[in-house]
């Protein structure tokens, strides 16, 4: 599974320090969770929630959820020892928080490896700041294990000065960066979070819009939010029935020794083959995340 074919509609920020949601989300439809040890934690309560983090990851039963470990940075008391910690948990990634520079990756990445982390643990960077934003494409580069970009969106407007209006345009410019940094060099980006817990309507909206600017899924603080994210980032029935008969056409193309492919009388090329396998692996694993959850 690629970086950008594991469905990532819903990724959900947990505390590290509570029990109590880090079992919950063994039970949630999200596609994601971030176990956190960084914003959503008390200073007086990191080793508690590295413990508790350790414990629920021991005790597995999270199914094909994608877990993340959210650490502090390296410039904080704690961005050591929770980089040490996280090097040993059987997660799919860290998360590193207001990346500024491929350096900071690369003196992340550099205590992972001498702490054993596996190779296939990726590293995630949060994009939060606007030297963060014009130096998206460094941080993207900076190691060939990122996968993914992260923006911080209330973080960023307020750096920004700028207003949270309903259409974010004032975030645009960020926005575009983003993305074509992830897109050129191949890696997931997510949507920031929603903050307005009791605007549903708002939140849809801006899920529509995250999907329709290319951004893989949302990232959420509250459960409640799931299921309209799924929605809003889930490729539709008759895209997945096309991708089918695209995928399925090109096999037997293929097997035949053609190289020209027709489907309903159109003409396929090598990039709608691409695409259409792609869509069909994520329909394929959003199935599966699905019946985890049931």
């Known amino acids: 599974m690629t970086a950008v074919t594991r469905p990532r509609r819903s990724v959900l920020y947990m505390p590290g320090s509570n029990p109590r949601a880090l079992d919950k989300g063994r039970s949630l439809p999200c596609d994601g ?21 350790a414990a629920a990851l021991a005790a597995g039963g999270y199914g094909s959820r994608e877990i993340l470990i959210r650490v502090n940075g390296l410039d904080t008391p704690w961005g050591h020892d929770d980089l040490v910690f996280a090097a040993g948990q059987p997660a799919h990634g860290i998360i590193l928080s207001k990346v500024e520079s491929g350096g900071t990756v690369r003196q992340a990445e550099s205590l992972l490896e001498r702490n054993g982390a ?20 460094e941080i993207a580069a900076s190691t060939p294990r990122m996968a993914g970009l992260m923006l ?23 926005f575009g960066l983003c993305l074509l940094a992830a897109r050129a060099h191949g890696i997931a980006i997510l949507d920031g979070v ?13 899920c529509r819009q995250g999907r329709e600017l290319g951004f893989d899924g949302k990232t959420l603080i509250h459960p409640k939010t799931i299921a309209a994210a799924n929605a809003a980032f889930s490729p539709r029935a008759e895209d997945i029935a096309w991708a089918r008969r695209i ?32 869509l069909v692996a994520m329909a394929d694993m959003i199935r ?7």
């Open 33 to 53: 969770i971030v176990m956190d040890l960084e914003d959503a934690v008390a200073p007086d309560a990191k080793q508690a929630a590295r413990d508790a983090i």
């Open 118 to 137: 596996p190779d296939a643990m990726g590293v995630w960077c949060m994009v939060e700041t606007p030297r963060g934003v014009l130096a998206a494409q």
């Open 152 to 174: 911080g969106t209330n973080d960023l407007a307020k750096d920004l000065h700028c207003l949270h209006t309903p259409d974010r345009m004032p975030l645009m410019t960020s």
């Open 194 to 206: 929603h903050a307005d817990l009791n605007d549903d309507e708002g939140f849809a909206a801006v």
């Open 247 to 278: 995928a399925e056409a090109h096999a037997a193309a293929m097997a035949e020794g053609k190289g020209v492919l027709q489907v309903d009388g159109k003409l396929v090329e090598g990039l709608h083959v691409a695409e259409a396998q792609r």
């Open 288 to 294: 599966e995340l699905e019946g985890s959850t049931t």
